[in-house]
């Protein structure tokens, strides 16, 4: 089946609090939306790549290209106001309905090849396969009356993209009004009353979300090319 992806970096990265939007920030000196480009490119150069950007860096985005000489090929798609919004763009800029899709951060460069394939896997045999990783430390419920309570955490995962779905599937899941709930893209397939696939992530594969995610990102790309 002909596969995908749809790299969404449309966001304005406001919890990062720094100048340029952090999926444009320098991760040892290579922009964090190359490395994560890269992954996918590597991993299989037959993939589809689309990159969903806010439409106003398309040409800065272009400059960024020429000065790394970066050659990756991918197709630009302006992002929307959430990320259902740019990953709803992203998945109409794909004419078909037959093939697979992963649904990727843009923000989230340390994903290892072998589970982007395993997702493409996964996802074509049982319709969707959501990359989740167990949490290793203890959990508790919160209230609004400020008291908290033990919970069981092996019933608990925590929830990482690629996210990979048969576009036929997702394409019709996404044909819906958005809801506060759709935090990714696992929500916007069960709201169908479809059950997900979870698939192991890799823990590394962090969110690049605040300035101490860059930090560890920095060091994890050090402790790699010693090795
Ligand atoms: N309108 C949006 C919002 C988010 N995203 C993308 O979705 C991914 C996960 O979102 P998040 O980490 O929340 O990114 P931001 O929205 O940029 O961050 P913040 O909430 O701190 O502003 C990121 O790659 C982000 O660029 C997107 O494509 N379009
Ligand atoms: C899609 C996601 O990265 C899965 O963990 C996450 O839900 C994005 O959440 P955010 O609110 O955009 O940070």
Avoid at 6 to 35: D, E, F, W
Avoid at 93 to 107: E, Q
Avoid at 178 to 189: I, K, L, W
Wanted: glycine share 8%; hydrophobic share 35%.
């Amino acid at each position: 089946m002909k596969k995908h992806a749809i790299i969404v970096a449309g966001g304005a990265g406001t919890r990062m609090g720094a100048t340029l939007p952090k999926q444009y920030l320098s991760l040892n000196g290579l922009p964090v939306l190359m490395h994560t480009l890269n992954v996918f490119y590597r991993g299989n150069p037959a993939i589809n790549l689309i990159l969903v950007l806010p439409e106003k860096d398309f040409d800065f985005w272009k400059e960024l290209c020429g000065k790394h000489l970066f050659s990756v090929p991918h197709s630009l798609v302006k992002g929307g106001h959430s990320r259902f919004q740019s990953v709803k763009n992203g998945l109409e800029a794909i004419p078909s309905s037959d093939g697979l899709v992963a649904i990727h951060d843009g923000v989230r460069p340390f994903v290892k090849e072998e589970v982007i394939e395993k997702s493409y896997q996964e996802a074509e045999k049982t319709g969707s396969a959501i990359t989740v990783v167990p949490l290793k430390d203890s959990i508790r419920k919160v209230t609004d009356d400020g008291k908290s309570f033990y919970q069981e955490r092996e019933y608990f995962r925590l929830v990482q993209t690629p996210q990979t779905f048969r576009l036929d599937k997702i394409k019709q899941a996404f044909d819906t009004e958005e809801r506060y709930y759709f935090t990714d893209d696992a929500t916007v397939y069960e709201h169908q009353g479809w059950q997900v696939s979870l698939i192991p992530g890799n823990p590394e594969n962090i969110k690049i979300t605040t300035p101490e995610d860059l930090a560890y990102a920095e060091f994890l790309l050090s402790t790699r090319e010693k090795t």
